[in-house]
């Protein structure tokens, strides 16, 4: 009954295998000071996460909360003919907890650029 997983188990779990018999017999063992990922193996100048500043972050989370309106609205307008006026109502909800979160982060400052 079960022979037909078992045997695509054992398939999967052999390839697994060999791949990475594989890749252990042809594998190159690079050195860690040259083959560093930041910009090509070069070393780097200064740490990853000091390069942003804080205020990024609350403009992140301006765009997130614009995305995910519209992720809501594109749905929301396909079929709010059929609904009536109770999805125009619970529309003007969200839209209203948006708007207080928009009005906190400008109030934080992340809508100032400069």
């Known amino acids: 009954m079960y022979a037909g997983v078992a045997s695509m188990l054992l398939v999967a779990l052999a390839g697994i295998s060999a791949i990475h018999l ?3 017999f042809t594998a190159v063992a690079p050195d860690a000071l040259v083959s560093l990922p930041f910009q090509s193996g070069w070393p ?3 740490h990853a996460l000091s390069r942003y ?3 990024w972050y609350l403009a992140t989370l ?3 909360a614009f995305d995910v309106e519209m992720l809501f609205m594109y749905p ?3 079929v709010v003919a059929q609904m009536g006026a109770s999805a125009v ?3 003007f909800l969200f ?3 948006l708007l207080i979160v928009v009005v906190w982060a400008w109030r934080e400052g992340a809508l100032r650029w400069a």
């Open 44 to 46: 780097p100048q200064e």
């Open 76 to 78: 929301w307008a396909v």
């Open 95 to 97: 839209l209203g907890a």
């Open 89 to 91: 109502t619970e529309m």
């Open 62 to 64: 301006v765009f997130l």
């Open 53 to 55: 500043h804080a205020r």
């Open 22 to 24: 594989v890749h252990r």
